[in-house]
């Protein structure tokens, strides 16, 4: 890596500033401020060195993705998407694709991928997108719903129906048939660059595919979707952080009938709530990521539970917050309104909260009884 970790900390600081307001606002990130985090590995920042990417941990992966989604969800949104990139092809992909695509990850292009349909969304199995093999080329059809980042997209990954299973194949957004479509207005992270993207018989070289070959789809979709409900976990610790901090320094410094909001204790009630929730997203997502880093048979179990928990208390931490500045948190652009839409939308990707509360029950229902 490099640089240490608390010098990445402070550039993100210093280039994000206050802008994350306005680029809400806007709708929009500066797509040369993404093209140079992307060229300095920022965005994908697990992706090992000898591919131009930082080779850190999960845990300080996850440190740094925390600090960013404190700042703006957005770009941490597009953080995910990239990262998700890079780790489909690293599992999925030959040495060769590994070779082929990951520095052009870590060296400003940027990357989407493409799960969700119209009919097909918790239930992947559902999905219609196909990728089928016509002489040395494969083509694409489908339409993917909801791709984060696919607005500043140089590269989709898709997962569609392949031979008897499903695989990722790799499509460059300006191929031929490639058409996305901006979607307008979303409730949060306005700047991530939310698309659908219309495949109409793209073709493109066989070795496209990842691994050349088609897996179960239930296999892919857990691989591939575990980067991103990490990472998605982490940025919720971010926007309790947020939260907290916007919330204590307002209820500190504002009087009512005398006495600092704080010192009311119901408004006290909310702080301790508010502390309480990032504490337990923090310790839940740093449990998940050590399940990471040491290879843990219960990786997918622990990654799925940091999910649920932040993002859920994500969600009501924002709630309480913008209960503790009342009208002074309520105005469009402010941090404690930008994480109360963020953080709502938190609960529903990557597996919404309700998914996310069956794979928990199923797991429970698979342990051993007492002896």
């Known amino acids: 890596m490099g640089e240490d970790l608390n010098s990445a900390l402070t550039s993100a600081t210093l280039r994000i500033g206050d802008l994350a307001g306005e680029w809400d606002r806007d709708g929009a990130l500066p797509p040369d401020l993404l093209h140079e985090l992307g060229a300095e590995g920022r965005l994908c920042a697990e992706v090992a060195e000898e591919y131009g ?8 992966s996850g440190t740094y993705t925390a600090h960013v989604g404190s700042l703006c969800s957005s770009l941490r949104s597009v953080m995910t998407s990239q990262g998700m990139a890079a780790w489909t092809v690293q599992r999925l992909g030959t040495p060769e694709q590994a070779a082929a695509y990951l520095p052009r990850l870590t060296g400003g292009e940027l990357a989407a991928v493409g799960f969700s349909e119209p009919g097909a969304g918790s239930d992947l199995a559902a999905m219609t997108t196909t990728v089928r093999r016509d002489g040395g080329s494969v083509v694409v059809d489908g339409h993917k719903k909801w791709v984060t980042a696919a607005h500043y997209a140089d590269l989709l990954v898709i997962v569609g129906r ?3 299973g499903a695989a990722a194949v790799v499509v460059p957004s300006d191929a031929p048939g490639v058409r996305t479509e901006r ?3 979303p409730l949060g992270c306005r700047a991530a660059g939310h698309a659908d993207v219309h495949l109409d018989g793209v073709r493109l070289p066989a070795e496209s595919v ?8 239930a296999l892919l979709v857990t691989t591939a979707l575990a980067y991103g409900r990490i990472s998605v976990a982490w940025g919720c610790v971010g926007i309790l952080r947020a939260c907290l901090a916007a919330a204590t320094a307002h209820a500190a410094g504002r009087e009512q009938f005398g006495k600092p909001l704080a010192d009311h204790q119901l408004v006290a009630g909310h702080l301790a709530d508010l502390f309480t929730a990032e504490q337990t997203a923090s310790r839940v997502c740093e449990h998940a990521s050590r399940c990471w880093d040491e290879g843990a048979p219960d990786q ?14 994500a969600a ?10 009342a009208s002074a948190g309520t105005q469009d652009g402010h941090p404690v309104a930008r994480a109360y839409r963020d953080a709502k939308l938190m609960e529903i990707i990557e597996g919404s909260s309700e998914l996310c509360r069956l794979m928990l029950a199923r797991h429970a229902l698979s342990l051993p009884g007492p002896l």
């Open 162 to 164: 392949y031979e008897d």
């Open 300 to 313: 997918v179990v622990a990654t799925v539970l940091a999910k649920h928990v932040s993002a859920t208390q």
């Open 210 to 217: 990842l691994g050349g070959y088609g897996l179960p789809p």
């Open 53 to 60: 990417g930082w080779g850190l941990s999960s845990m300080l």
């Open 183 to 185: 979607i307008a207005d």
């Open 316 to 325: 009501r931490g924002a709630a309480a917050a913008v209960q503790v500045l």
